[in-house]
């Protein structure tokens, strides 16, 4: 860890604590105190760009050295008291590199410490968007056929109509589902940003400060899936040109080989980009900048990132089956025989009473997994800073605690307590 960083993004000379007369500017190790809170951005993308190499440390008479070991006394306090060194702790998470279970925990804290905001966000959008998605399936889905129906080699105009208005319904049921996905995340990044300060944060100043960055969080979420997706095209693609020029085998044969690299590419490229939300959330960055700002944190760590939100992945589809299961089985009971032909796909006509209570057990489940996977995201991104720029360095100062995690010593700088007698 970074133990003397230079000055945060956007300060000024005018900012930086008076120099002591012996080389240093405040505390070894330490930022240097200020009065009142911070006046330049806490999560300003700029802080490596004035970091000190990794792993060195400033010796208090200047100059760079090795950083002491945890446990040991820091210079010049002698060695009659050596404390143990321990991260801070403002908030949610520690302010060190966090370990797996430390992101899964914090993002919890955070669901526990604001839980009127959390829950609250999340079971607005979960109540909106299934109440939508259920009035969509309901006025169009329910007797309505798929394009399968256009499979026929003359299908009437009823069924024309029929197949367009249930894919219309599908696409707007979908559109719904992203757009209030985005919002929650835009607001639940916000208030996971605040947790790790300590702070606590309400629905309304939520969205207040989400609300500026909606639109290109928007664009973000819509642009995402295109990159994947080309990405998947473009494996399939020589192998569709080379069927089409007439070797039809070796161009199946070739199609089946780029989509698998195609599906490969696809997915290192939706994980290299994971953390572009949170950054351009808590950053207020662009689009593009808020890409480039993921490429750059997970690069050296796609792996580790792969498999934490793998991990959230099988978490929330376990959560949704322990809910979403029994309330299916409730919503059979009472919506009749249709229903187990609705869930196989073979019929779409069942009551409003089984899509109302499909309806609360999809409600249910979003509102529990839809914290986790933001709080999740942003939290990997906050580590992924701590890792790469010292941002528990500004974090600690921001929040005016150690950035060391080492209290002082009893007795003030100097040997220590004689422990001989």
């Not at 080989?257 to 950054?279: K, M, Q, V």
């Not at 609360?360 to 720029?389: C, F, K, N």
Request: proline share 9%; glycine share 14%.
């Amino acid at each position: 860890m970074n133990d003397t960083p230079g000055p945060p993004p956007g300060s000024s000379s005018a900012d930086e604590p008076e120099d002591r007369g012996d080389g240093r500017r405040g505390e070894p190790g330490r930022p240097a105190p200020q009065d009142g809170p911070p006046q330049q951005p806490v999560w300003g993308a700029k802080w490596a760009e004035r970091q000190p190499p990794a792993g060195r440390w400033t010796a208090p008479g200047g100059g760079t050295a090795p950083p002491p070991a945890v446990g040991g006394a820091p210079p010049g306090w002698g060695g009659g008291w050596a404390p143990a060194m321990t991260a801070p702790r403002p908030g949610t998470i520690p302010l060190r590199p966090l370990g797996v279970g430390e992101i899964l925990d914090g993002a919890v804290a955070t669901v526990r410490a604001h839980w009127r905001t959390v829950l609250g966000i999340a079971l607005a959008v979960a109540v909106v968007t299934q109440t939508l998605a259920t009035l969509a399936t309901g006025l169009w889905l329910r007797d309505v056929s798929g394009l399968e129906d256009l499979d026929d080699d003359t299908p009437t105009a009823e069924q024309t109509l029929d197949a367009i208005g249930g894919t219309l319904g599908n696409g707007a049921t979908v559109l719904i589902g992203v757009l209030a996905t985005v919002a929650a995340t835009a607001l639940l990044t916000v208030v996971t940003g605040r947790a790790v300060l300590g702070r606590g944060i309400g629905a309304g100043e939520a969205w207040r400060a989400a609300r500026p960055q909606l639109p290109r969080l928007c664009g973000l979420v819509l642009l995402l899936p295109l990159i994947v997706f080309g990405a998947l095209l473009a494996g399939f693609a020589p192998g569709v040109l080379l069927a089409l020029a007439g070797a039809e085998e070796a161009g199946a044969a070739l199609a089946l080989l780029g989509g698998f690299a195609g599906l490969g590419a696809g997915i290192w490229l939706w994980i290299r980009y994971s953390l572009a939300a949170p950054a351009l959330m808590l950053e207020k960055a662009g689009v593009t900048t808020a890409l480039r700002r993921s490429a750059k944190l997970v690069r050296g760590a796609w792996w580790r990132v792969f498999g934490i939100q793998l991990l959230v992945l099988v978490i929330v589809l376990v959560v949704e089956a322990v809910v979403e299961i029994p309330t299916s089985m409730v919503a059979m009971a009472f919506g009749g025989d249709s229903a187990t032909d609705w869930l196989s796909g073979e019929d779409t006509s069942v009551s409003w009473t089984f899509l109302a209570v499909i309806g609360l057990g999809g409600v249910l489940s979003t509102t529990l997994t839809l914290p986790l996977t933001a709080g999740v995201t942003a939290l990997l991104y906050i580590d992924q800073r701590i890792r790469r720029e010292a941002l528990d360095l500004e974090l600690a100062r921001a929040t005016g605690v150690p950035a060391d995690g080492v209290p002082k010593p009893p007795h003030g700088p100097g040997p220590g307590p004689d422990r001989t007698g």
